[in-house]
């Protein structure tokens, strides 16, 4: 798995930072001690009875889907509704990031609702892969459709009123990409979107993305990966229990497998704002000559592994076949999107990579194979047919990316007055820098800006992103004024 849809790793924490390992978007990030409520404006679970298949007019199935709201903010009756999606992985509250500043601002109630699937909305005891047949990324839109239709008119019963409130949704990274979805395909549900971050564009041999953590990191430091990564696969052949034993990774019996677990090492540093905690121990250890390999162990085993949450079982086969429902099937479920519908395979550029070759296309197809059964494939093409990728013809989306980030060549870059987009370019700006802040781990209270290498980039960015949500509430409500 990748760093950030690269993938996840669950902790106490983990599930607002929705991040990106190989097979995850996202990765875990420890809590060191700190409670919850520090991290979280509320933890307090709601459930809303969900239907298993919109598609099918005779299947009547339900399950519950968990979500959360926060009202302390919301100027009653007619405040606007700010929608958090989660992703994949566990959703376990509303958390203190900027949103929790823009909903002070905008005095807005929120509420977060919970993927299908993840965490403890999943409709079945066994995630043998016939039961996956439901998840998807369509069926999330009409979950997200059927929630909010649900919400409003509780919300009209409790305030005594038949009109809608004004609607604004916001996701980072897959949820992000869902975020600009739901926009286009319920474009009366919501006054708009910020996609931070948004995968929207499926991609079948997604090799920008090491391209991108190659430009991310500067020659030196480029230079000492490749070089560490060449030692790594000629200490395999050598003697791969003790290179792997440095790792805390014997479990990981197949080689690939365990370079695709060093490649995301080195993801998580770039994507999400740590990148001097990787770069400045392993050039100077490659310019006195250390030992690359220890230093690059090092650095996973105390910083990836102990402060962000890295798990070695994510990339263990025999884990991630385990149909069985538990607090780590975020792994194997996230893979099954991943292997049926989106792809973002990160695999190795043919020239010039950072990542070992042995990360290609044949390996992630036998991956798919290996968990889900023959003729398990990803129909990209399908996907980007449906949404429309980079080209995506929808209005009033906020796209916003970090230009560390090798995720945001899966996003929408070009800008246009319907679609902006924004990119934060500093030295630490990553995955949802916009509404996460820098570094990202531990969590930034409220996403403050101020430690991001280039403060007012960030600022500027949420200063346009301010403007557009105010713009496109009046316009939401004035149409709303107009109909009546």
Known sequence: MSSDLGFILITTVTAFLSYSTSALLHSGSASHGVSPRDYYLTTDAHWFNQTLDHYSPHDHRKFRQRYYEYLDNFRAPDGPVFMIICGEGPC???????????????????????????????????????????????QALFDLAAFRQHYQATLNVKLNRSSDNPWFFFGVSYPGALSAWFRLKFPHLTCGSLASSAVVHAVYEFSAFDQQIGESADQECKAALQETNKLLEIGLKVNRKAVKALFNATELHVDADFLYLTADAAVMAFQYGNSDKLCVPLVEAKENGGDLVETYSKYVRDHCMKVWGLHVRPYNRKHLRNTVVTAD??????????????????????NNSVRSQQINTEYHLNLCKSLFGKGTYPDVEATNLYYGGHKIAATKIIFTNGSQDPWRHASKQTSSPELPSYIMDCHNCGHGTDLRGCPQSPMVIEGKSNNCSSPDVV???????????????????????SSK
């Open 92 to 138: 376990s509250g509303i958390a203190k990031d900027y949103i929790s500043v823009l909903a002070k601002k905008f005095e807005a109630g929120v509420v977060s609702l919970e993927h299908r699937y993840y965490g403890k909305s999943y409709p079945f005891n066994s995630l043998a892969t016939e039961n996956l047949r439901y998840l998807s990324s369509k």
């Open 459 to 481: 600022n500027k960015v949420r200063q346009q992103m301010v403007e557009h949500i105010d713009l496109w509430l009046s316009e939401c409500r004035g149409s709303t004024r």
């Open 329 to 350: 099937s975020t792994y194997r479920i996230w893979w099954f999107q991943v292997c049926t519908e989106l792809a973002y395979f990160q695999v190795a550029p043919a």
